[in-house]
């Protein structure tokens, strides 16, 4: 699936099944308790913390895929293309830290 096509999806989804789109301050603060459901588990999982009984059925990916689904939805409702975010982004990353990384003596 590409980004548009995730994006025109959930778009589809929150139309029939979701009734409407959550207004935009929900769906920061939805995605600010998914992000921190993701860093609970890498906390547990790569970290120093152990698992609680009530953490054990968590998943990364399904946890990491709530953060892409209100991720695309703030982006559907405020017009963002992510698409041609992404290409821009990833455009400026490359023209700022064309060196920078390969420099950085803590990377090697």
Excluded at 3 to 10: L, M, S
Excluded at 23 to 28: G, W, Y
């Amino acid at each position: 699936m590409t980004i548009e096509e995730a994006q025109q999806t959930v778009d589809n989804w929150i139309k029939t099944t979701g009734v409407r789109y959550f207004n935009e301050l929900t769906n920061l603060a939805m995605l600010t308790e998914e992000v921190g459901e993701v860093a609970r588990i890498i906390a547990r999982q790569y970290g120093e913390q152990s698992f609680k009984p009530s953490d054990k059925d968590k998943n990364l990916a399904d946890e990491l895929a709530d953060v892409l689904f209100v991720v695309i939805c703030l982006a559907n409702q405020t017009g963002v293309n992510l698409t041609e975010a992404l290409e821009k982004n990833l455009q400026k990353k490359t023209t700022r830290d064309q060196d920078r990384h390969k420099n950085n003596e803590k990377l090697h």
